[in-house]
Nanobody, 119 residues
Framework: QVQLVESGGGLVQPGGSLRLSCAAS????????MNWYRQAPGNQRDLVAL???????NYTDSVKGRFTISRDNAQNTVYLQMNSLKPEDAAVYYC?????????????WGQGTQVTVSS
């Protein structure tokens, strides 16, 4: 059973930093693509950053240069370091991964962690 548990959200002032964590079980973060999504009220859930099994990272344009995705294979945890936070970064952040089982795609989501950016 795949489980993803996020933590690290909170309230931060504009320009501040937060580090989100996603502890995984039932799946190896070193072998699977791990994604961070976010969803603000009234908006769709958007992909923010990803790290592939081979360690390739990619980011949506609005966070490039400010956010960094990384992983600790020993802890089986993925991180999202968020610097220079802006009010528009406020959202619920979700950890996500997926497994292809034949022709079926199984997606897994964490419960989400709230990030609030406000002075």
């Amino acid at each position: 059973q795949v489980q993803l548990v996020e933590s690290g959200g909170g309230l931060v002032q504009p320009g501040g930093s937060l580090r989100l964590s996603c502890a995984a079980s039932g799946i190896s973060v070193s072998s699977n693509t791990m994604n961070w999504y976010r969803q603000a009220p009234g908006n769709q859930r958007d992909l923010v950053a990803l790290i592939t099994g081979s360690g390739i990272t990619n980011y949506t344009d609005s966070v490039k240069g400010r956010f960094t995705i990384s992983r600790d294979n020993a802890q089986n945890t993925v991180y999202l370091q968020m610097n220079s936070l802006k009010p528009e970064d406020a959202a619920v952040y979700y950890c996500n991964t997926y497994i292809w089982r034949g022709i079926r795609l199984d997606q897994y989501w964490g419960q989400g962690t709230q990030v609030t950016v406000s002075s």
